[in-house]
């Protein structure tokens, strides 16, 4: 494949590439388009308000626990600001809505590709490590409360490199001439298999999580305050790392659909374009339950919520008293 793409060539491999199907009505494309861009909106919102909470709370700086929350948030904010733009633009060509078509170049459409999904992907890495984590802080809490932070810098380091290598291997198999057969593979391996072993890590370890706090050994009362927080916070990271995996559950449904069902092209555009839409908003929302999961479960991140606003409230207010006549 040649290093740049014609129009024709490129929508072909648009099409191949997984983008919704093409020459629909605008009609049927714009309250996807409306809908995802409220949904993108309010993912950034939402976490930049996250960001600044667990950056100037003292107590969740203080903890290395937060390194990994706070790298989370900043995957899910970048879903909805480099992500979620990426998304709407891809529904946009499905259906012919822009004005201004650029003649793209192969490497400018892998590069598209690849940031459409890199930061989910990260963000699902994180949710990983974060299981892990918890389970070293629920064996092992005193060496846990002593756990150098270059530990989690590392940590957070490994993350991004998974994620990056993920698309790295995907953008490989979408520069081959076989292309329709590499992105079934590409489904298969770099999503199914991701997914599933991520899932996999997640569920054993806090079910091993469960076990000790069920059966385990009574909780030392020299350790009691930092144990009950401790397995308070792993509560909270559970409930976020099985509502992202939920919302990440649709796309595999969907990848396993195509592959059973030998007459899935037969469904019509119409009903396939739906159908991946409700799917994308799914895999898009893995970035906004988060911060609803915090505000529900978590009384400090409330708490500096409150004090962000009424911080910025003094200062309008402030801003507003008049100077005294001199």
Known sequence: ???????????????????PSPLLPISECLPWIVLLITETLVIVVLNAIT????????????????????????????VGAISGALQVDRIGESCDCWEFKADLKLWTFLLKFAFTHVFSFASLANLVAI???RVHATYRPSSHVFMNRRAYYIAVAIIWLVAITREAL???????????????????????????????????????????????????????????????LSAILFAVSVASLITLLPVSLFICLQWLYDDF???????????KMIVVTFFVANSLVNPVIYAMRMRGFRAGVANLFCATRAKANSADIPLPKL
């Open 51 to 78: 960001m600044t909470v667990f950056m100037t709370q003292r107590q969740m700086k203080r903890r290395g626990t937060y390194i990994l929350v706070r790298n989370l948030t900043i995957c899910d904010f970048l």
């Open 265 to 275: 092209n037969s469904l019509g555009k119409s009903v396939i374009f739906h159908t």
């Open 131 to 133: 299981s892990v984590e």
């Open 1 to 19: 494949m040649s290093s740049g793409l014609s129009n024709r060539t490129w929508d072909n491999t648009s099409q191949n590439a997984g983008d």
């Open 170 to 232: 995907q953008i490989a198999l979408l520069q081959g001439e076989r292309l329709k057969k590499n992105i079934f593979i590409s489904n298969i391996t770099l999503y199914m298999v991701y997914y599933l072993i991520s899932l996999l890590i997640v569920c054993v370890s806090y079910l091993s999580i469960f076990l000790k706090v069920r059966f385990g050994p009574r909780v030392n009362p020299m350790n009691h305050a930092v144990i009950i927080r401790e397995r308070r």
